[in-house]
């Protein structure tokens, strides 16, 4: 017998976000115990002094990191859903709790994703102690001759796509307020690619465009 899904667009959107913010609490809680396990050693007067004098500033710039965490959770939600919604259609299970799991499944692609393109595109951004796992070397099995066609596809025009499939869905479900949203996240990308661009290094004099 099929289940029944989740009937309002809330509920369905209230269950992808529900999984995201599993997935995204589960990474927040991890980069905390990263954090107190790698400084555990460091015992000198700077660390001393640090929990002596700022351990409340240090815990209150660790909880306004839940903004962030909202934030992102939203914005994987905005971006997951209609892929949600696609897979629960073509599923026999189609309540709540499995609606909560594909949430949580495709919160963590796309962390996995974005790690993958870090490595690739920003590596300096990671720790040290990352160096060397499987993500770095999960793209040497491409062949040199259609690398830069490979890498392009998949971590420029792939995202683009993904991104209006998001925001037309939106729009096509929501109306006007998926006008909004995609208005909103149309914002953010643009920002966000005006300060990537701004903050690049500027090209030396006399070089070939």
């Known amino acids: 017998m099929i289940q029944k899904q989740p009937r309002t667009l809330l509920a369905r959107f209230s269950a992808v976000l529900t999984g995201a913010s599993i997935f995204l609490a ?35 710039q660790n909880l306004q990191m839940l903004l962030a965490y909202v934030v992102l959770a939203l914005a994987a939600t905005v971006i997951i859903q209609p892929f949600a919604d696609s897979w629960t259609r073509y599923s026999v299970h189609r309540k709540n709790t499995a609606v909560i ?14 790690t993958l393109r870090l490595v690739e595109t920003r590596p300096y951004f990671l ?36 991104l209006l499939i ?30 990537n661009l701004s903050s690049a290094p500027p090209k030396p004099v006399g070089s070939v465009a």
């Open 166 to 195: 998001a925001l037309v869905w939106q729009i096509r479900t929501h109306g006007r307020r998926g006008w909004a949203v995609a208005a909103v996240v149309s914002t953010i990308i643009v920002s966000c690619l005006g300060i």
């Open 26 to 60: 589960i990474q927040y809680g991890l980069a905390l115990w990263h954090l107190a396990t790698s400084s555990g050693g460091m015992e000198n007067k700077f660390s001393a002094l640090a929990r002596d004098q700022y351990m409340g500033f240090l815990v209150s």
């Open 101 to 114: 799991v594909r949430g949580f499944l495709l919160t963590a692609l796309i962390h996995g994703y974005f």
């Open 127 to 162: 720790s040290e102690g990352q160096y060397g796992q499987w993500y770095y070397k999960a793209l040497d099995f491409i062949p040199l001759v259609i690398k830069p066609a490979t890498l392009f596809t998949l971590f420029t025009l792939l995202p683009v796509a993904v």
